[in-house]
């Protein structure tokens, strides 16, 4: 599954990046970009497991445009509940099919760090994780530079040996379906 994550990761971004050359304007040949460079997004999260229970929290995140609609950022991600407190970061790559970045669709690159404080189990975890995700930003008005911005990624993630396991991997699917974005 690692070997089929990782191919289809360096083909997608092989296609990304052909698509992106294929994609110049202009008599300079260098892409008109939106004159609004910078991202920051939040979701608040609510999540359930069987072992964990209910938890919230939020990602934050921070995006900032380069060039050719791609865009590197950072986020920040914290969730809490009755037995585990989860602190992590994540840093990503993403490209945008359009110039107008309120309404394009996204492909992402991500790794990430978390670390979680069991206290059901009275240990530590840690994890670091690396995937894909796509979404699509939803402006809500010409004037606005607030967008709906949901998006789906994919996550194999590895489970460092800890105070309560002895290290494994699984696939994480998460859907951001509460993420909103302000642009300036």
């Known amino acids: 599954m690692k070997f089929i994550l990782i191919l289809f990761s360096i083909s997608l971004f092989a296609t990304v990046v052909g698509h992106a050359q294929t994609t110049i304007t202009g008599a300079s040949g260098i ?5 609004k460079s910078n991202e920051i997004e ?8 069987s072992v964990s229970g209910f938890e919230f929290g939020a990602d934050l995140g921070y995006y900032r445009l380069l060039a050719h609609s791609f865009q590197i950022g950072l986020g920040a991600k914290f969730l809490g ?15 945008n099919f359009s110039d107008d970045l309120s309404s394009s669709f996204m492909l992402g690159l ?18 670091t994780s690396y995937g894909i995700k796509f979404g699509k930003r939803f402006a809500f008005s010409n ?33 951001q379906v509460l993420n909103f974005s302000y642009q300036f």
């Open 31 to 35: 892409p008109a970009i939106n004159s």
């Open 42 to 49: 939040i979701n608040p999260l609510l999540s359930y497991g």
């Open 81 to 95: 509940g009755n037995y585990a407190q989860t602190l992590g970061g994540t840093l990503g790559i993403d490209y």
């Open 110 to 127: 991500l790794v990430g760090y978390q670390n979680e404080n069991n206290y059901q189990y009275g240990g530590q975890e840690n994890r």
């Open 143 to 175: 004037n606005a530079n607030i967008a709906y911005k949901p998006y789906v990624s994919v996550n194999e993630v590895q489970h460092i040996a800890s105070d309560f396991n002895d290290g494994y991997q699984s696939v994480d699917i998460e859907f």
